[in-house]
Structures are given as structure tokens and as C-alpha cells.
């Protein structure tokens, strides 16, 4: 059962976050790198800067030495000398730093040492000019050798220099070159990502305000159907209730308070709470049942009565189904109706069907004592009355016979009168068997039964094929018996009685008054006479018993032939009527369910 | 007696229509030797008895106090030596159910008393000349009730 609306999204919006969380992560994580590497490039340049610094400086103060050498030698004046003095401190300071500076580099610490005897036999070059251009060890070719000599050494030592300087650059270059090649990716690529993660953000944003859209219209109909639920269970006397079995949680609804005569949410339902309304009569059948709720899976309906604070007592249905719900926890729905009306309807009911049912009984015991012992006497007074003889006749007063006479002929309408009114309420009480027959059967035998009269009556009776129908057989034999033996009973004097009979097949819409619309289709059929027909104000109470249009002495009748035609064509769910002209003729129709 | 007559026993509680049917029997001079019983007792009893010799027809009245005739009937047709008397159900009745529910228990005819004293002489001539033989070979619901031509 899906009673909860499913939101797919919320599961792609989890992995649209992590996607979008994840990518942040690695754009920070690559930010934080360039940055590392930046700052070790400045240090690159700057470390190659100060080594360039040293050894600029260290030939600065070795060229110092050269100028103040050569100041001195040529004026001779110790002035000169002070930078040469002060230069090796200066070049042995710079030499300090260079090798801290180069310590994690050995191609440069090679340099270094190679620079640094140069630097010394630069040195000893310049004491050794010294001493030779002293006047008093003055040797010119030595110092010519020694000069030029401290040439050479100074272009060694600038080569060096320079060599070293380059060693750094190139060293500065390629590690910008990789720094470069690094960074110059980047930008894009971040940014990309960024646009990614953005991207993703904004889906999941629009997929969680669809969602927010979606939940608002579930809970707007949410909302009505509870309405209409509330309103539907207090119009049709019902109410439902849910119970959590894993959180032992029972919710009633509104209207089970009120079937159970309290004001909604006035008390915290439990397992036990219906119990302790139901009727003591009832408690032990519905506390079995409560307790084989869990174990089945659906119950059928349970009946029992419920006592209210007032003390009234309602009558009550109800039934109940676990459903699992999408968390897997199990609840049981229930519903309890109100059926105290319909209870007492039916108790009602129950009642006048069997007074019915009495009547019915005491309307056949009527049936047996009219069938015999009314029958009995009367019958003795006409077999009494035909004992008398002629010959006993002959020697009686003219006033006895004719008394005789009277005596019979009234012994007679009360024969015929009981007779008919067996067969009327026999229509009625007997049993009622249905069996499928061709009509066309049953009026040979109808007109069998009348074949004296209609022989003296010379009758023509036409008929065309009558349908195969499932009826009571000699009730519809009874029905023919009458309908035809009145038309040859009302036939005009001189005229030979013509009876057609046809039938047709017809649709009950056709006919929404007088017939049953839930059988589709019906059998018509027509009797039609030339008789004296009757006129047409009565065609309605002709059916009714002991209606007579007739005097009893003009035409013998008991009123009870038409009544029994209605009462066989009504027990078979079907229609008669009767129209005519009066002096031309009738026409009785009876429609027959198909 | 005469030892050819047709033994005809009628079993009726009316006192009346016993002597409609000891004159109608008198009148259609056929050799007869009709004895009556007054209830369904008096009927077993007298079948029961040996001494007495099993009637041809027995003509039977539903209605009759004591044990009714539909009671007689299915015990007759349970006994052996009885279940073969040509059995005249004679009654005031002619509901359906009395019909149908003689004609199952294998009565041979149904008689509707009548009203008229020689309609009575005539129905009883008709029971008594029939062919017995051939009219149960021929038995069926229909000519089951008697008519009169």
C-alpha cells in the first residue's frame, strides 16, 4: 500500500551535495598548494638574489684592493692602503654568508672552494706587488710578472664569479619554469571546477524548491481529504483508528470520541481503552478478537455492542488490516461503524417478517378449513339435494320444488364461489416452482379444459408461436383458462366469439410505467376479442377482487377471475393490463419477463 | 355374499358419505360386497386381522381421525401382503399437494367426492369396471386424478 507520497529527489539531491562538497574540498586543497609553492619560489629568488649580492659585494671589495694597491704603489702614500686592509675582512665576511648560503648546493660549494684559492693567490699576488714595489726590494720584472699575474688572477676570479651567478640563474629559471608550467594550468581548471560545484549547488537548490512546491500541494490535499474524511465518517456513522504496534501507539479519530459519546482528543486511547466500552455481553468475544488481530493479517467484520457514559448502547462493526508502512514499522487500520440504525431496522424488520410469516401460516390453516370443512357440508346439502328424486318431486307443492330449486342453484354459486377463492389465495400460498416451458403447450391445455364451451359457442381461437418461458406451468394454464373463458363468457349474442392471441417480444423501456426496468427485455402478449367489451373507465378496477361490471344474473361470476390473472402475472414479475371498446370488443395485455 | 362379488372396503369417518356410497353401490347393481371403517386404526386393524379377506379396491378417505389417510397409505404400501390393493384415494380435497403426495406414495387414483349423488353412482361404476391392469401399467400424474367423461 503506498499512503505516503514518495520523494525520489531527496536521495539525488544527498549525492548532488557530496559531489558539490567534494569538489570545494579539492579546490581548497589546490589553493592551498599554489600558495605553498609560491612562497617557495620567493624564497628561490630571493635565496638567488643574496648569493648574487655576496659575490657582487666580494668583487667589489677584491677590486677595492686592486684600486688602493695600486694607488699606493704609485703615490706611496699609506692612505691608499686602507681598503686593501679592510678588503679581506670584507671578502672573508662575504665568504662566510656564500657558504651558508650554497651549504645545500655542492656544485656551487666546489665554486666556492675554487674561488676562494683564487681569491688567496689573488692575495698573495698583491703582497707579493707590494713588496716588489717597495723601493727597498724593488725588483721591476718580478713586479711586472706579478702584476700581470694579478691580472690574469682578477679575470679568473671575475669568470668564477660570473660562472656562479649563472649556476644560480639557470637554477632560478628552470624551478620558475616548473613553478609556471604548475600555476599556468590552474586558473582554469579551478575556476571550471568552481562553475561545477556552482552548478550543482544551483540544481540542488531547484530541486529542493520543486520539492518545497510538491510538499506544499501533498499537504494541501492532505489537508482536504482529512477534511472530508472527518466529515464523510460523521455523516455515515463511522470512524477509524490507527495503532503502531512497534510504538504501541493507538491514534483515534474524531469521530471514534464521538460514536463512543466523548469529545474528541478528551482521553489518551490504549490497548485497553475500547475494551472497557464494549458491552459486557460482548467484552469476552472482542477481547479474543483484539488478540488474533496481530496474527492475521485481515479480519473479517466483528459485531458488538458498546456502552456510552449515558449508558446508552450502540451497536457496533468493525474490522481492521496491518499495513507496513515505508519506515517498516507496522500499523494496524481500523474502522468501527456505527450500525445501531440499520441494527434496529433490521430487528424491525425481523419482526414484521414474522408476523408475515403468521399471517402467511394462519392464510393456509383459512386455506385448509375453507378447502374441507367448508366444502364438506355444502357438499352434503347438493348430494342431499340430488337423492331427491323425481318421483319425490312429483308428489311435493309447486313452492317446495321451486324451493328445492333455489336451495340448488344458491348451493351452486357457493360451490363456484369457494372454488375460485381457493384458487386465488392458492396462487398466492403455493409453492412456487419455475420451469422452463413452450406456452404454446400450456394454452392447448387451457383451451382443452374449455373445449365444451368453446364448442358450443362455435369459438375461433387464432394464436401465433408463443416463446419458451421459464414460469409456475399450471398458473400460466390458469391464466389462459380465465382470460379466454372471459371473453367467451362476455361474447356478444349472435356473434361467434373470435379470439386472437399474439405475442411479440419488447423492450421494458419501452414501457418505463407498468414494467420492471432491471429486466431488459419482455414477452408481450395480447388477447383480443370481439366481445361485448366492458367500458373503458373500469380497465383499472376489473382487477380488483369481487369487482363485478355485471349483475350476478345477467352474466354468474364471483369477481375473483381478473384479480387471479393479476396475482399469476405479478408472481411472475410481470404486468397485465386491460383496455376496450365498449360493444367492439377487449384487449388484455400480459407482459411476461423474457 | 356372493363368492365372485368385488370386495370394496371404504374407509370414511362420515357417517353421511358412507351411505351416499352403500346406496350409490346398491343402485349400480355390480356384484359387491362393501364394508366401511371409521378411522385409520380401524382400517390397519382390519387389514392386519387374516380372518378377514383383503379388499379388491380400497377406497380412501384422507381426512379421518385417530391416523389420516396419507398415514394408512405408507403403511400399506410398506406391507408386504397389502402393498398390491388397488388403492381409491376418495376425499373432499383436491389441493395440489394431496394429489402429488398420494400419487408418490403410489395410490392408484385420485376421487374427488362429488356433489351430486350420480356423479357419484357413475364415478364409482368407472373405479370399479376398470381394468385395473392395464390403468397402473398406464399411471401417470395426469390421468392419475380421476375425470369423468
Redesign the interface.
Known amino acids: 500500500m503506498k499512503w505516503i507520497p514518495n520523494f525520489n529527489s531527496s536521495n539525488s539531491l544527498r549525492v548532488i551535495f557530496v559531489i558539490a562538497v567534494f569538489i570545494l574540498l579539492f579546490l581548497s586543497s589546490i589553493a592551498y598548494k599554489h600558495n605553498q609553492d609560491l612562497n617557495e619560489s620567493s624564497k628561490v629568488v630571493m635565496h638567488t638574489y643574496e648569493i648574487n649580492i655576496q659575490l657582487e659585494r666580494l668583487m667589489s671589495a677584491i677590486k677595492d684592493a686592486e684600486t688602493g694597491q695600486r694607488g699606493y704603489i704609485i703615490t706611496r702614500n699609506a692612505r691608499f692602503l686602507t681598503p686593501y686592509i679592510y678588503s679581506r675582512d670584507k671578502v672573508n665576511t662575504s665568504f662566510i654568508t656564500l657558504k651558508k648560503l650554497t651549504a645545500d648546493n655542492p656544485q656551487q660549494q666546489e665554486n666556492l672552494q675554487k674561488l676562494f684559492k683564487l681569491i688567496t693567490q689573488r692575495f698573495v699576488s698583491f703582497e707579493n706587488c707590494l713588496k716588489y714595489s717597495d723601493p727597498k726590494t724593488y725588483d721591476k720584472r718580478k713586479l711586472d710578472n706579478h702584476m700581470f699575474g694579478g691580472r690574469i688572477l682578477m679575470e679568473n676570479i671575475r669568470f668564477k664569479v660570473d660562472e656562479m651567478n649563472d649556476i644560480e640563474k639557470t637554477f632560478l629559471k628552470t624551478r620558475l619554469k616548473i613553478y609556471d608550467s604548475e600555476i599556468s594550468l590552474s586558473p582554469l581548471f579551478s575556476i571550471s571546477l568552481f562553475l561545477v560545484a556552482l552548478c550543482f549547488i544551483l540544481l540542488a537548490y531547484r530541486q529542493i524548491s520543486r520539492d518545497f512546491e510538491r510538499l506544499k500541494v501533498f499537504n494541501k490535499r492532505l489537508l482536504i481529504s482529512s477534511g472530508l474524511i472527518a466529515e464523510s465518517e460523521s455523516i455515515g456513522n463511522f470512524s477509524t483508528w490507527q495503532w503502531d504496534l512497534d510504538a504501541d501507539k493507538i491514534d483515534y479519530s474524531d469521530n471514534q470520541y464521538r460514536l463512543l459519546g466523548h469529545e474528541p482528543n478528551s482521553f489518551v486511547p490504549n490497548k485497553a481503552t475500547l475494551l472497557k466500552f464494549v458491552h459486557p455481553d460482548d467484552k469476552e468475544t472482542f477481547a479474543s478478537y483484539m488478540d488474533g488481530i496481530v496474527e492475521r493479517k485481515q479480519l473479517p467484520f466483528v459485531y458488538y455492542k458498546i456502552v456510552r457514559p449515558n449508558y446508552e448502547v450502540r451497536y457496533f462493526k468493525t474490522t481492521a488490516k496491518i499495513v507496513t508502512d515505508q519506515q517498516g514499522s507496522k500499523i494496524l487500520l481500523g474502522i468501527n461503524f456505527d450500525i445501531t440504525d440499520e441494527h434496529l431496522l433490521n430487528i424491525e424488520l425481523q419482526e414484521r417478517n414474522k408476523e408475515l410469516e403468521k399471517s402467511n401460516k394462519e392464510l393456509a390453516s383459512f386455506n385448509h378449513v375453507a378447502?374441507?370443512d367448508l366444502?364438506?357440508p355444502?357438499?352434503?346439502i347438493?348430494?342431499f339435494i340430488?337423492?331427491v328424486s323425481d318421483a319425490d318431486k312429483a308428489v311435493m307443492s309447486d313452492s317446495a320444488k321451486n324451493y328445492i330449486s333455489k336451495i340448488e342453484s344458491s348451493?351452486k354459486r357457493m360451490?363456484v364461489l369457494i372454488d375460485d377463492l381457493l384458487l386465488f389465495s392458492?396462487t398466492n400460498t403455493?409453492k412456487k416452482e419455475f420451469i422452463k416451458i413452450n406456452l404454446n403447450e400450456l394454452l392447448d391445455n387451457a383451451e382443452s379444459e374449455l373445449a365444451e364451451i368453446i364448442e358450443e359457442k362455435k369459438a375461433v381461437i387464432k394464436t401465433n408461436k408463443l416463446p419458451k418461458l421459464s414460469v409456475i406451468p399450471?398458473q400460466i394454464e390458469q391464466l389462459f383458462i380465465n382470460l379466454i373463458g372471459n371473453s367467451l363468457k362476455y361474447s356478444r349474442p349472435e356473434i361467434e366469439p373470435e379470439i386472437s392471441i399474439i405475442s411479440e417480444k419488447v423492450n421494458s423501456s419501452d414501457y418505463p410505467e407498468i414494467l420492471e426496468q432491471s429486466i431488459k427485455k419482455f414477452h408481450k402478449i395480447t388477447f383480443t376479442d370481439n366481445g361485448m367489451g366492458f367500458d373503458p373507465q373500469f380497465k383499472e378496477t376489473i382487477f380488483i377482487l369481487f369487482q363485478r361490471l355485471h349483475s350476478k344474473t345477467d352474466y354468474p361470476g364471483t369477481g375473483i377471475g381478473l384479480a387471479i390473472c393479476k396475482k399469476i402475472v405479478e408472481n411472475h414479475k410481470g404486468h397485465i393490463i386491460a383496455d376496450s371498446t365498449l360493444g367492439k370488443g377487449s384487449q388484455f395485455t400480459v407482459f411476461l419477463p423474457d | 355374499m356372493q363368492k365372485n362379488a368385488l370386495h370394496i372396503l371404504l374407509a370414511d369417518d362420515?357417517e353421511?358419505d358412507r351411505l351416499?356410497f352403500k346406496?350409490a353401490f346398491e343402485e349400480i347393481k355390480i356384484q359387491t360386497n362393501v364394508n366401511f371403517v371409521h378411522d385409520g386404526m380401524q382400517l390397519m386393524d382390519h387389514l392386519m386381522n387374516t380372518d378377514n379377506k383383503l379388499p379388491d379396491i380400497l377406497f380412501l378417505d384422507l381426512?379421518m381421525p385417530k391416523k389420516t389417510g396419507k398415514e394408512c397409505l405408507i403403511e400399506i404400501k410398506k406391507t408386504e401382503h397389502l402393498k398390491d390393493i388397488i388403492i381409491a384415494i376418495y376425499s373432499?380435497?383436491?389441493?395440489?399437494?394431496d394429489i402429488e403426495d398420494t400419487f408418490i406414495q403410489g395410490a392408484n387414483i385420485y376421487i374427488k367426492?362429488?356433489?351430486?349423488?350420480?356423479t357419484?353412482k357413475k364415478i364409482i361404476n368407472e373405479v370399479v369396471t376398470v381394468n385395473w391392469h392395464y390403468h397402473t401399467s398406464g399411471l401417470n400424474r395426469d390421468n392419475f386424478l380421476l375425470r369423468l367423461k
Open positions: 378447502s374441507h366444502q364438506e355444502l357438499r352434503k347438493q348430494t340430488s337423492r348451493a360451490r392458492r403455493t399450471y | 362420515d353421511d351416499f346406496d381426512n373432499t380435497s383436491s389441493s395440489e399437494e367426492k362429488p356433489s351430486d349423488f350420480n357419484l
